[in-house]
């Protein structure tokens, strides 16, 4: 029952400050450091934007036998480095004079930006939309994801769809990286275990996608006419529930895969041999 003692929306406010909804004068009721997710987020997410950058121009040091590193595999241009027995096609030109990394990157780098869990993440850290649960946004309207460009959000399943082979590449990837330094198969470095690791967080993180989900058991009526997507829709259920983890492990071990050919082939170190 109204009072006429209630808080008024203030004038001019819309979006979350609107006539329509509670008349609540403080911006957020929360005591907790709220801010440290948001904050801790950026910091995580701009390290790899600006390393993956660096990277993707440096057109250099992304070779050493037998690892070729994930930002440049497959390797498309004519100024590829050589990679004996590796994804080295030369399917653009000489008039490519750019770094190669930029005609591959394009595609996990799309996957993850329209990824659920990482829309999330930058909308929360980067655009305070909002920057945390019962925190009001800043902004005075809302509009979604329904406009260009966060419209285009809508095109992750089809990104996916490009990120499976490129996975695809990178395990064939690693199974090279049982070779040594002649080629010669039965070798096992400090690096073919980095690539390891790397190419099953990423396996665990495409399967983990929501779009992957809806794939497997998505539009059925009846999930005991399809036991065997049943099945799988049980199997990826469970990684999606580890979607966010997922998200960040493979972030971390595919920048360190590169950074570890990047030491590599630049001569830091040799890469320590286990047998």
């Known amino acids: 029952m109204a009072t006429g003692t209630e808080p008024q929306p203030r004038t001019g406010d819309h979006g979350v400050h609107d006539a329509s909804r509670a008349a609540i004068t403080a911006r957020h009721l929360r005591t907790d450091r709220w801010w440290l997710a948001p ?3 950026a910091a995580g997410l701009l390290a790899f934007i600006v ?6 121009f440096a057109n250099a040091d992304y070779y050493a036998a037998p690892y070729v590193s994930p930002f440049y595999s497959p390797c498309l241009a004519e100024n590829c480095v050589p990679m004996k027995g590796g994804p080295n096609w030369e399917i653009f030109g000489s008039w490519w004079g750019l770094s190669p990394a930029l005609l591959i990157l394009i595609f996990p780098l799309g996957f993850r930006l329209t990824c659920y869990y ?3 993440a ?13 925190v009001a946004e800043a902004h005075k309207t809302y509009t979604g994801e329904t406009r260009f460009p966060l419209i285009l959000q809508n095109i ?3 990104f996916f769809y490009a990120a499976v082979p490129v ?6 990837d690693t199974v090279l990286a049982f070779r040594d330094e002649t080629y010669a198969w039965g070798h096992m470095g400090l690096g073919t275990i980095v690539f390891l690791v790397n190419i099953v967080l990423i396996w665990a993180y495409t399967f983990s996608c929501h779009s992957c989900r809806h794939i497997v058991g998505g539009r059925l009526r009846h999930f005991s006419k399809h036991p065997v997507r049943y099945r799988l829709w049980g199997w990826v259920g469970k990684l999606n529930a580890r979607h966010m983890q997922l998200a960040w492990a493979s972030l971390i071990s595919v920048a360190l895969a590169d950074f570890y050919v990047y030491l590599v082939a630049s001569g830091v170190f040799d890469d320590p041999r286990l047998f």
Request: aromatic share 26%; charged share 15%.
């Open 39 to 41: 904050a801790g987020t």
């Open 51 to 56: 390393y993956s950058t660096w990277r993707a």
């Open 118 to 120: 990482y829309r999330k």
């Open 122 to 134: 930058y909308y929360r850290s980067f655009w305070a939309s909002p920057p945390a649960c019962a």
């Open 156 to 158: 992750h399943r089809y």
């Open 167 to 172: 996975a695809g590449i990178l395990t064939y």
